[in-house]
């Protein structure tokens, strides 16, 4: 990393076109999202734009605080990054934030040709040679979201209050309130998905949480998934139609848009969930998240808050960041077997006991 500028240099600059970038993923650009306030509060008269997939501009277009959200094409071909790169080009910008630490966005970075061009410790695949400044503190093993605000005390906003404001549309949270109203509060959102195979805790397990919210405490669910989690969802489905078939469930999987998500995760009362993008979501609009983490932390991966209930396998290999399990035989996938129902029930009545009902069953 070639650290040509000294750190007081950041609280010293008045930077007048600014870049962020970070395209992907959903978990990632929500906990990068405070960034954003400390930036807008540091350079009031900034132009501000972030760099991000298609898949997710939907979630940045709509925020006040940035004035251009330029899209990046991750399937895209050899025109797309032309495009895009030429598009930076042109920018001008003057200070450029490469918050995702890849090759792609090295050379995103590097496109922009702004003096002032910082990266994080956790760049690889090169990304660290198109930055002039690596900010101190943002290793691995550093909490993702005290990582990305390490950036905000960098230029001197480390006091402010840290909070996404994620954007919900008006339209949005119409098309949320809407496909809810079938069902009875309170409302339990459940994500069984997740990118990694060793992320996906059990199907069975999530409906069995969620049929004893519905016995304990009256809860309804909304089954939440891609399209690629259609399957597991219409398994959950199916469960709870058999476990308590009087409560109310709606399977939205593969239904909603990303703006749509936001909507419904920010009018049901918790989400239970793996460590995925729609878990920092629904902690970024401040609905209580009960997270269960096999092969990741909590703490390095989980949202901050005491709101929130975050459980972990006990096992060693926990914390791993194994996208394939490296063992065979009954080790193998051991940490879904460990990390029980129970203590994911417990977790689940820490929250409801300090925020949501009453039981309706004894």
Known sequence: MFNNIPLSQLREIDARRICLIKPTALGDIVQTLPLLTAICERFPRARVAWVASIDFAPLLEPDERLDEVILY??????????????TLGKRRFDLVFDMQGLLRSGLMTAATRAPIRVGLETAREGAHLACNYAIPDTGREVPAHLRYWRVAEAIGMGELHREPRIHVTEAANHWAQAKLSALRPPVLAVHAGAGWKTKRWPVEKFAVIAAKAARRYGFSTVILGSNGERAAARQIELLLKRFVPASGRL??????????????LSNTDILLSNDSGPMHLAAGLGTPVVGLFTCTSPIRSGPPGKQHALVTTALSCAGSY???CPYRGRKHLACFEELSAERAWHAFESIVEKTVAEPAVA
């Open 251 to 264: 399977n939205l999987a593969g239904a909603t848009t990303l703006p749509q998500l936001a909507g419904v």
């Open 73 to 86: 094409r991750r399937r895209g071909n050899w025109r797309d990054w032309r495009t895009l790169l030429g």
């Open 322 to 324: 194994k996208k394939r």
